[in-house]
């Protein structure tokens, strides 16, 4: 058989994501200071052996004691965990089954110290993985850090062409040392051998990208004596090669590398950290090898000592700084003036540098960071001048050099360079200056912006086919979007105007047409000749386009446009349809390069087409439930509570100016009858007559309809609890009580809506504080009970679901799991309470962390564990329970 493969990483790493590499392959070397390895060999490959892969797992160092290898399949994804048919997997020795996986016992060790258990599987079958775990009695279990081992034959599959480059190097060198590697989808195998004093080395790598290999030589100590860059030859499809020969000085204990994506700036390495390749001993006929710094003449050094000469002449009231780093004389001259501190930057060295520069506190803690590059000056100089204006002058300016072709940041040691700077008694009092006018340009700008808000009323009622508004990010301002009709319905008419903070100077748009009445992907404007839009459009790719808006005084922005309309029919109604659905955008800044959008975090969507949508009170209200619930990637019940918390906030913000109203305390509302201690709800209509205007009642209810409706759509699971997203219990708890208590605050203020607010509020999760006890418990019921956490067991699915998306559902959950205990095991008793909660199969395979598989009777007392999983319900009811109210 050829050589084995191994790959070498330090302490508990990823195993079989990487390869197999034919005859044999390679696996992962776990627990190496404990002298314990596992690897997984390909023996023959499933289109040698009609379609069954065999594998040999070898453990080597766990002596002669019992050892079980505890075993499953993948049936739909490598990283399933199931129970195999006799035609689907088998072992040598013979497998016993136990709850939830199949048992091999590894035989006693042969000559070499080494345990083996051959491994076969039917890929035939649609067996897509293999993954298991080391188990010694009673509690020792073995795993590849934090996870299973995981075969994935797909990727085997995939990376063919990979093994067989590898295989045909090692047996053109079969004294060479090897090693693989897999790295972010990224395949490497490096081979090395003695070539007469020298070490020739190839590396062979698997990859969508084209890579470039960057390595350097280095010590026991793993640093870098030196950096080359190698670039790869495509041999075959994503197999790329290079080769390179390290003279015997070079040959030191380790080859160091990286790869780099130069397509996408990123850099591939093992782990976080450099791979590294121990090299066989070379018999070296040359010198010592050392790093590869420029050696300075003393001609070349007095030269560079006569340019900080001159420059300490030019200014002699500069305080001067010197550092050494890297091989090279860094030197920094900082002086004061009235207006400004002048930096001067110079460097002895060859390469083309750049200094990233930021000021700093007393802590030198960066508060913003800027770069310039060094200017080439003869005799090897290279230099930088840096003006900071007086009023941005901190104590330090902080330093960074950077070697942009290798990637290299140059520092002083492990800290960044800090440069004191000097102070100009002057300076104090332009500081003072520059905050007051700040102040004062800050207090003008709000006047507008309170003025541009004042006026959203009047645009709102204007714009008769839609309108939008949109608070901004970081306080960057507000934006109205309002569509009307012109010319008899003909022509549908958009002004968009925007109140931007003046720190951000002119603004642009960056938008595109939507394609549909509830659709939230982009079309190019540009390709839609039907609108007329302003001068000035751009395109910038497929999808979207860039407009300058225009300046209307008083740090408002905007720009118009019209379109062709028809009138059409909804229901009863007559409508004004223009000829494109709406249009999505973000903004930027012109000048700069900052980006910024509504305070929701998606895109500023707004939507012309009428048909469909409500267009009485609230109408905005609506859409905006409508949009969030449709369009958006992301949904849980946390953000769509934190959604109906802002809805709410800016309801009452907008109340309080129907009506102004000061209102008993809690003890004026609710009572208790002392005499009999037992509490008495009194009415939820209003306790004392507030007279409102008709048209105000009715607004409130509209309101509060909208919300009541939505949430009760929540509650009865028409609307997703999960979607693309993930949320901590202990998080979830904590938006539950904060609406809750906001619910109950507004009970309290608002009399007239207090049935709307009792309905809405029944709808609610209690929140309470014992979300992290979702995360935490289940765990402690798991290891009191001896419940392993293996990925793809009953129990461990639903506790991944758990810790990463907890809902209403696991109060059905536990219940099924309580009765499945109390039944001894009875699937049908499981699957009716699922059912009585609204739950099935494909419901449970549906999560994000998706539930698979069915629960197993566990070797515990079962009694304690009933009580156990009790107990827990009364958390999860505790959370997610709705109070009848």
């Known amino acids: 058989r050829a050589p084995r493969v191994k790959r070498c990483r330090r302490d508990g790493h990823r195993l079989v994501d990487l390869p197999a590499v034919p005859g044999p392959a390679s696996a992962a070397m776990i627990g190496a200071a404990g002298g314990h390895a596992v690897l997984v ?40 965990w199931a129970l195999p048919t006799e035609a689907q997997a088998k072992t040598s020795p013979a497998a016993s089954r136990v709850q939830g996986a199949c048992q091999t016992e590894f035989p006693k060790s042969d000559a070499e110290g080494c345990r083996k258990i051959k491994v076969e ?95 350097g030589p280095a010590n026991a100590d793993r640093r870098w004596l030196s950096s080359t860059r190698l670039p790869l030859t495509k041999l075959e499809g994503t197999v790329s090669n290079g080769s390179m020969t390290l003279s015997g000085d070079q040959c030191k204990k380790f080859l ?18 450099d791979f590294e390749f121990e090299l066989p001993a070379i018999e070296s006929k040359g010198t010592t090898f050392a790093p590869e710094e420029r050696k300075l003449t003393r001609a070349q050094s007095k030269k560079f000592l006569a340019f900080v000469e001159e420059a300490k002449q030019e200014d002699p009231d500069a305080s001067i700084s010197m550092w050494n780093a890297a091989g090279m004389e860094i030197v920094a001259l900082a002086s ?98 520059e905050e007051e006018r700040k102040a004062k340009e800050a207090e003008k700008a709000m006047a507008g912006r309170r003025g541009f808000l004042a006026d959203r009323a009047e645009r709102e009622n204007k714009a008769d086919i839609s309108f939008a508004s949109f608070d901004l990010e970081r306080d960057c301002g507000d934006i109205d979007v309002m569509c009307y009709a012109a010319e008899g319905g003909a022509v549908a008419k958009v002004e968009i105007r925007a109140w931007l903070h003046p720190r951000l100077g002119d603004c642009a748009l960056h938008f595109g047409v939507l394609k549909g009445a509830r659709s939230g992907d982009w079309t190019c404007p540009a390709d839609v000749d039907s609108v007329k839009w302003p001068a000035g459009l751009s395109k910038v790719d497929a999808k979207a386009c860039q407009i300058k808006l225009e300046d209307m005084g008083e740090h408002v922005q905007g720009l118009d446009f019209s379109m062709p309309a028809a009138k059409k029919q909804s229901g009863q109604d007559t409508v004004v349809e223009p000829v494109i659905a709406g249009i999505s955008f973000v903004m930027k800044t012109v000048g700069g390069n900052e980006w910024f959008k509504p305070k929701s975090g998606g895109n500023a969507t707004c939507r012309f087409s009428q048909i469909g949508r409500w267009k009485g009170p609230w109408a905005q209200v609506a859409d905006k439930i409508v949009e969030q619930e449709v369009t958006w990637d992301c949904m849980s019940l946390k953000r769509r509570y934190e959604n109906c918390l802002e809805f709410v906030d800016a ?63 929540s509650f009865q699971r028409l609307l997703t609890w999960e979607r693309n997203t993930c949320t901590q219990p202990r998080m979830l708890a904590g938006t539950t009580n904060q609406i809750t208590l906001r619910m109950a605050e507004l009970w309290k203020a608002h009399p007239r809506c207090r049935m709307w607010i009792r309905w809405t509020l029944a709808t609610m999760g209690r929140g309470g504080s014992a979300g992290q006890q979702i995360r935490d418990e289940i765990l402690v019921i798991m290891h009191a009970h001896d419940i392993k956490e293996i990925h793809g067991t009953y129990y461990e699915q639903w506790h991944q679901k758990l810790h990463n998306n907890t809902t209403p559902e696991d109060i059905g959950i536990c219940r099924a799991i309580i009765k499945y205990l109390q039944t001894n095991g009875d699937m049908g008793a499981y699957w009716q309470v699922l059912a009585d909660h609204g739950i099935d199969k494909e419901r449970l395979a549906s999560y994000s962390r998706p539930i698979t598989t069915e629960p197993y009777m566990v070797n515990t007392d079962r009694g304690r564990l009933i009580g156990d999983f009790e107990r827990y319900l009364g958390i999860l009811r505790s959370v997610h329970d709705a109070l009848d109210l």
Request: hydrophobic share 40%.
């Open 41 to 80: 060999d390909v023996v023959k490959e499933a289109e040698e052996a009609g379609g069954w892969t065999e594998l040999e797992i070898s453990a080597e160092g766990f002596g002669d004691g019992e050892l079980l290898l505890h075993w499953g399949v993948g049936k739909q994804t490598a990283g399933e």
């Open 121 to 215: 599987v039917n890929q035939g079958e649609g067996v897509k993985g293999f993954q298991f775990v080391l188990h010694r009695k009673p509690k020792d279990w073995l795993k590849n850090g934090n996870s299973n081992f995981v075969v994935d034959f797909t990727k085997m599959q995939r990376n063919k062409a990979f093994r067989a480059h590898v295989q045909k190097a090692t047996d053109a060198s079969p004294k060479a040392k090897h090693a693989v590697w897999s790295c972010n989808g990224a395949e490497v195998a490096v081979l090395a051998s003695d070539a007469g004093g020298a070490c020739k080395v190839e590396a062979i790598v698997d990859s969508e990208h084209e890579l470039v290999l960057q390595y």
């Open 256 to 273: 160091m590398f990286v790869l780099h994506d130069a397509s996408s700036n990123q850099w591939l390495k093992d782990s976080g950290r």
């Open 336 to 433: 004061a003036s009235e207006q400004e501190c002048n930096v001067h930057v110079l460097v002895d060295t060859m390469a083309e540098l750049t200094v990233q520069y930021g000021p700093a506190g007393a802590d030198r803690a960066w508060k913003s960071s800027k770069r310039v590059p060094l200017a080439n000056h003869p005799n090897s100089a290279h230099e930088a001048f840096i003006t900071i204006p007086a009023a941005e002058v901190d104590k330090y300016m902080m330093f960074v050099l950077h070697d942009g072709p290798v990637n290299r940041w140059i520092k002083d040691g492990n800290a960044d360079f800090a440069l004191e700077l000097p102070r100009h008694p002057e300076w104090d009092r332009l500081r003072r200056e």
């Open 651 to 713: 309801w009452e913000k907008q109340s309080e100016g129907m009506y102004m109203r000061k209102l008993r305390s809690w003890n004026t509302l609710v009572h208790v009858d002392s005499s009999k201690a037992v509490w008495s709800r009194m009415p939820s209509m209003p306790l004392f007559e507030v007279p409102e205007e008709e048209d105000i009642k009715a607004s409130k209810e509209g309101f509060w309809s909208w919300i009541f409706v939505w949430q009760r759509f």
